[in-house]
């Protein structure tokens, strides 16, 4: 069967860890899929050793429905209780005292693949309104309302976006995550690429906040409280602002042997690699007039030109350069201006350390994407910096950016050998005296040993 948008069925090892760790955090009198499609969470949970009585499922499309009642019979448990039902109407009941096992449908109302939402849909308040948001609002209300417990699949981006937000806040109001999110990955479900999760939640106590904070894993979080005091650059030191083609990239773009008077070289993602920056391969136009039909931004050529540090927008973690023969940049390139106290070759060194990508890699979804990760302005913000002040360290400040500055001025490229700056960058790592023992796993799963001063 074709499934319905946003619908995934669950693969039965998934299914199976979804109910070892809710029936993990306590016994589960009966439970209950509010969106349980043919039936595989409760077969899960009837495998092990849930009684066929104690299981009940409701779902809205009616194939569905059926076959989740044959796929059950099927297996001995006849005996489990089908509703076709909308699990979120108001008039439909859920089944009192239940634990929650869900793999609601995932389905975003905004953004360039948004759906139609349905007129009568709760929980949409807020600026990324979703379906698998309203149905974990409805689920935290049953878990606050019968003292019970909810083991939910969810695509990682509502535990940590801010633009769900809303949803955070309103879960917490009525329920507290038991323990850290357990990300899955990208491979949890076959053909889907949105990262996973597992959320555990539980009845509030009286000391629970309610708040949007990210629900942040286990993974890195000592790292990160580590680095949490550690100084940032100030917020407009970063910004996107290169060359938007938009829809008149054929007619702007061209190859570096044109020689129109009226193109200039441009630099794009490709051209930059940690240290280095490459010469620009294309050139665009300068002349081609913008009208209603024909949308793109050039910003002028000496805004660009006085940008000291590029940062590559598509990949895992900050790879940045100094902006060696300025000129125009697109913008799948971020431009840095640090304050004035610090050398660009010293932030660039900062930006393309260890602890910078761990940090990183850590904090955000968008570098754990093995499809079309991000690197963005706001993830620049956060970088920690051992210090923002060259008098705060400057023989080391001086140190680190001037073997940046001869590896990157090496002819041809750099080269994968330059002892002087391995050594700055092993000292600028310590100088953010982080313990011995404190390791970074990275999104891929490598580890890397921070050192200690």
Known sequence: ?????GTHPTPPALARELVEALLGAGPAPSLLDPACGEGELLLAAHRLGIAAERLHGIEIDPARARRAERRLAEHGAGAA??????ALAGEVRWPG????????????????????PPTALPS???PWPSLHGAFLVAISKHVSNERTKAAVLLPSSLCELERYGGVRRQVTAQARVI??????GESAFPGVVEPATLLLLG???SN????????????????????AAHPRLPPDCFGDIGVHTGNASA????PPESRSPAALPIREGRDLVAFHLSPARRRIRTDLERTPERRFRIPPLERHQAIPILVRQTARHPIAALHTDPGLFRNSLLAVRPPPDLDPAFVVAVLNGTVARSAHRLSFLDARQRTFPQVKVAHLRAVPFPFTRRADSPRLHDRVAAAVRSFSAERGGPSAEHPALRRALADLERAYELSEDLVATDGAGAASPIRSR
């Open 203 to 205: 009845p509030r106590t």
């Open 251 to 254: 007619q702007l773009l061209l």
């Open 179 to 184: 323990s850290p999110p357990r990300e899955l």
């Open 1 to 5: 069967m074709e499934p319905a948008r």
């Open 81 to 86: 209780r089908i509703l076709c039902a909308d």
């Open 97 to 116: 005292g239940t634990s929650i096992l869900a793999n609601p449908p995932w389905v975003s109302f905004s953004g360039r693949h948004a759906a139609t």
């Open 124 to 126: 949409l308040n807020g």
């Open 208 to 227: 629970d906040p309610a708040s949007p904070a990210p629900w942040s894993t286990t993974r890195g979080s000592e790292l990160l409280s580590a680095l």
